[in-house]
Structure formats: C-alpha cells, structure tokens
C-alpha cells in the first residue's frame, strides 16, 4: 500500500533567526532526534536533562545543557530565562514524578506549587497542559516534536512490507476503541487485542510493561490458541500534542513481536515513529506490520 503524507508530516516550525529553542529531555533517541534536527537547522539548542532519566547522555556533549533534577522545578523557568530560550520542546520518557518531600521552598517553587498539587492526583496529560500553561505564561512558547521533527510523524497507510490481514482489522477496531476508551480517562494511550478482543491495556508502566504482560498472557487459558493480535497507540481525546505524543521505535517492535503480535497501529498525524528506517527495516525481517490509522482528531489539534 502507497504511503499517504499527512498535514503533520509536511508541516515544520518556522524559527525566527533570533529564536532559541530548549529540550527538556528524558530517556530515548527523541531528546537526541530533537537536538540533531535543531542544530542541523543552525540552531544550537539549550538542554535541559532530567536527572536520572536520560539515557543518552554523551549525544548532547556538544551543546549547551544543565542538568536538573525533577525536584528543582522552580529553577526551570529562571534558568530558561538566564540562557535566552524563546521555546521549549519537551521529548522523551520521564518514569516518575517529583517528590513533593524532596523539593527546596523558594519563590521559584511557589509558582508551580497549584500544577504540583493537582498533579499529583491526577493523569500525564492533566500534568502536561498545566505544565504547559505556566511554561507559556512565563512568555515561553512551548512547541511539539512534531513541529521540530515532522519527518517523525506517522504517514497513514502500510510502512511495511506486510499489511493487515481481514482478520487483524478486528483486532485493530478493539484494540482502538480500548485505548481511546482509557486516554479519555487520562490513563494510557495503548491497548492490545487478541481474537477480536482487547486483553491488556496500557497503565503506569508504559508501552514496554504492556508488551511484556501480553507476553506472558500468551499462556493464560482463555488465549490458548490464540495467535497473531495487534498493538494500537494513538493519542488521548483532546490531549495536549505539544507533549507526550504516542510513539514506537525498534524496542517496541522487538517487544510486540516476542509477545506474539502480527504488527503495530499508530495514529497517523498524531503519533511518532522514533528512527523510522530501524523500526521497518525489523518489522520487516520480522514480518510485522506497522500501519498508520486515520487521525480520530486533527493533527494540529490541543
């Protein structure tokens, strides 16, 4: 099946030549992704690393960082500030939240202390759109990877060799239907259906942790016999794209394939293929599928 370009994929940011861009950075290649992109448009970024959470430390060596940790919050902003930032872009995956005991009372604290506390009870995009909306009152304007990277976003169609059977569409449907049906709870943003029937779905521990459960469900009774299944990550109703768009890259091919799965459904526009050639080059010597879904909302939407 041809490939189909979105809105998304043919849209950019258009930097203005004074404009300096951070990256609050956790784990992943996107942080990495982010900052190659930037620089290569001669725009050196300023990164901002997660303590604890990136993995990928010696790929930012060569631009301007700090290192913060996610207790010290209340330095963000002021340190945005002293280094000139003009837009922030927040990528990769953060495993926790802040410690609320473990965090020094200054005024910097002070501004974040009503998203903390409502933060603290309520899901990831609550957290993120609040933590957008004070970013963006301090005159920062938070962007999306999608903008920066937009060669990232998942196209619609089949990006693999192989393409969903008649069979797998039905697992796609329910596995579609259970993952928006958990993202409007602002829980998670995958599910997994096996014989037309979803059989686990995405909570605290990620897309990785799903897969490994699925894994080990492959010997639970009720799926005795059960073969093939799909993976379905697509963005929350109405979620906040700027952060936490839903993404896949080679692990989680290796993982959906050591579970049993017969391929992977993205949401196109609104989703992110992280080093893209890998994750069909294995998909393929796998024999997975990886398809990109039309978009439930559009691409550009908050």
Known sequence: MQMTRTEATR???DLAPDAKVGIIAGGGSLPVEIARALAGQGKSPFVVMAAGEVD???DFDDYEQVTLRLEDVGSLLPTLKNHHVTHLVTAGHITRRPRLSA??????LLAWVPSLLVGATQGDDTVLKLFVRRV?????KVVGAHEIVPELVAAEGALTKAAPRKSDWRDIEAAHAAAKAIGALDIGQAAVAVGGRAIALE???????????????RGHGRLAGRTRGVLVKCAKPGQELRADLPSIGPQTVEAAHAAGLAGIAVEA???????????????????????GLPAAEPAHGK
């Open 136 to 140: 963006e009152r301090s005159g920062i």
């Open 269 to 291: 526009g609104r989703s992110l293929i992280l080093e893209g050639p890998a994750v069909v080059a294995r998909a393929n010597a796998l024999g997975l599928f990886v398809f």
């Open 103 to 108: 965090m020094r009372l200054n005024l910097g």
């Open 203 to 217: 909570g605290v521990e990620g897309t990785d942790g799903l897969l490994e459960r699925t894994r080990q469900l």
């Open 11 to 13: 849209t950019g940011l």
């Open 56 to 58: 990928r430390i010696s």
